[in-house]
Every structure is written in C-alpha cells, then in structure tokens.
C-alpha cells in the first residue's frame, strides 16, 4: 500500500483536479485507491459526491474530522474503516468502463480547520519524556489509523492536503510515504517548493530524532520523499509548453528534486464540469482527447516510478 500526500504551499494549481483524475484513472487500471480529504475546503470531497449528499449523509458523522475529534479525552478513537465509503458516480462510470478497480473514500469537513488548535493542546507538556509522547502520537495519528487497514485492501491512498504545514497536514506528511506537488510553471506557484522540501526534511529529522528519545516504544522512524513534481495548467503552443512557461520549469530543475517528464495543459472547459457531476475528467465519454490523454500518460509515469523505487510494487 503506496501513501501519497498531495501538497503545494500555493492554492489554485491544481492540486485537488489532479487527485482526482488520478485516482480515477489508477482505478480504471484495476487498482483500489482510497482518497482522504485533508483540506477544509472540501473541494475534493465534494467533486465525487454533492453537497446535499455531503450535508445528509457524511457531515455529522463519516468524515476525517469524526476521526481526529475522536481523540479527545474520555472518548474511544473511531475506527478509521468506519468512515470509508463509496462515491457511486464514479465508481458507476468505472463498472461501465469494464474496470476492475475502485475508488474509496474518507470526506472532508468544513470545520477541519478548527482541529489544528485542538491539536496544539495536545501537544503541551509539563515534562520532556511526555513532550516526546505527546509530539508522537499526535502526529503520528493518521498513520495509526492507517496502520488498521489491511494492507492488501488497497494498492493507492491519496491524502488531498491544504495548501500549508499546519498539524493535520504534518500527520498526513508522516503517514506517508511519498510527496507528490502539482504546480503551475509561474513565479509564485515555484516560489514555495524548495521551501517545502526543507520543512519536509525538518519534519523527518525531528521526528525521528523523538522516536529516538522515545527508543521506539511508541512510533517508528519515517522517511516519506518527494516522489515527484507534475506541472499543471501547461499552455502549449507547437506542441511545446510557451517560452514564460518552460524557463519556470528549467529554474525548478536546480532544485534536484525528482519531476515528472508528463505535464498537463491548460482546459479549462475540460475540467470545470467533472465536479457537478462526479466523475473525473479522465473518465469522460468521449471528450477531450488531449487532456484525457495527458492524465493517462501521468497516471503511467506515476506507476512506473513508484515500481522503479520499489520493484516489488
């Protein structure tokens, strides 16, 4: 079971298009992908099922925010399988499609942003053994959580993240294994990656360093890695990205960070209606060949790496 953390410190690249379409196409290949809803928004939560269902079925008691407000003193922690379902639109398309595999999900809550604070109490401490303790197991949660699943169940979890370092998105960095960042080749989309990166390795050193101090009674050492960075909202013109474009994506190489060889364009037509109606654009019945393609061939890119990394996968 591959966890990925999709994140930028920037909003509006792409981030949550990209997940989607993603875990639709990887499904659409025969793999089970379970996707997790991080960021308060809800924009991905609410791209597979519509709000009137979000507010019906899911808000009060089946989302991610039923998860960590679980924690709290005096209460038993929900399990996390609880709170998976499945969205019947897409999953519908993919049985018409003839594929074998599944997207699962757990939704997100508007109110998930309150959660931070609650998590930054936990976190005090009158002694530094059980600010160790408490460093752990709350950043550690999600991971536990994970842990209950039965790793065979499935091969894909992608964890949509809000576009900061916030607690809830630490917990999500911890759990995973790999980091995907989608971006826009412009200034300020770039500007932050390297950044992100540094507190990546920030995050990995101190947390390891507790688990050290710890002796591993309560956690284990984690070293999730930038698997990649995708450009999104590519304009292209004779078949190659425009000139602005490809220097912003030329200074990102100096960086050394791993980046996907695919990029994909700009659509806005393509992509603006798949929300409404549940099904991801790569899905499509017909339409939008280009864009539909592009994802394809990130989808292939994207298996590739993970089983030149792992050959095992």
Request: with cysteine; charged share 20%.
């Amino acid at each position: 079971m591959h966890v990925i953390s999709v994140m930028n410190y920037k909003g509006g690249v792409g981030k949550t298009t990209i997940t989607a379409n993603l875990a639709a196409e990887l499904a659409n290949r025969g793999y089970r992908v379970l996707l997790i809803d991080i960021d308060p928004q809800t924009n991905l939560t609410l791209s597979f099922i519509t709000p009137g269902e979000w507010e019906k079925y899911y808000a009060n008691t089946k989302t991610i925010r039923e998860w960590f407000n679980s924690f709290e003193e005096g209460l038993s922690p929900v399990d996390l399988k609880r709170l998976i379902f499945t969205p019947p639109k897409v999953n519908q398309r993919l049985q018409q499609l003839g594929a074998t595999g599944q997207v699962d999900m757990i939704a997100s809550h508007l109110e998930l942003i309150n959660i931070d604070l609650e998590l930054a109490v936990q976190l005090s401490s009158a002694s530094l053994r059980q600010a160790v303790r408490n460093f752990l197991r709350v950043h550690g949660r999600l991971a536990q959580g994970l842990g209950q699943l039965e790793k065979e169940r499935y091969q894909f979890v992608l964890i949509d993240c809000p576009n900061n370092l916030n607690i809830v998105t630490k917990t999500a960095i911890v759990a995973s294994d790999y980091l995907l960042i989608p971006t826009k080749a412009d200034y300020l989309s770039t500007l932050g990656i390297g950044y992100l990166n540094n507190s990546l390795d920030n995050l990995k050193r101190d947390y390891n360093e507790y688990v050290k101090v710890d002796e591993g009674k309560s956690a284990r050492a984690i070293n999730p890695r930038v698997l990649g960075v995708i450009f999104n909202m590519i304009q292209v013109y004779a078949e190659s990205p425009i000139a602005t474009q490809r220097s912003y994506m030329e200074k990102l190489k100096s960086l050394r960070l791993p980046i996907f060889d695919t990029y994909l364009r700009e659509n806005k037509t393509c992509y603006a209606t798949s929300p409404e109606f549940g099904i991801p654009t790569v899905l499509s019945n017909g339409f939008c060949e280009n864009v539909v393609s592009d994802i394809k061939s990130f989808a292939s890119e994207f298996v590739h790496k993970l089983g030149t990394i792992n050959p095992k996968f």
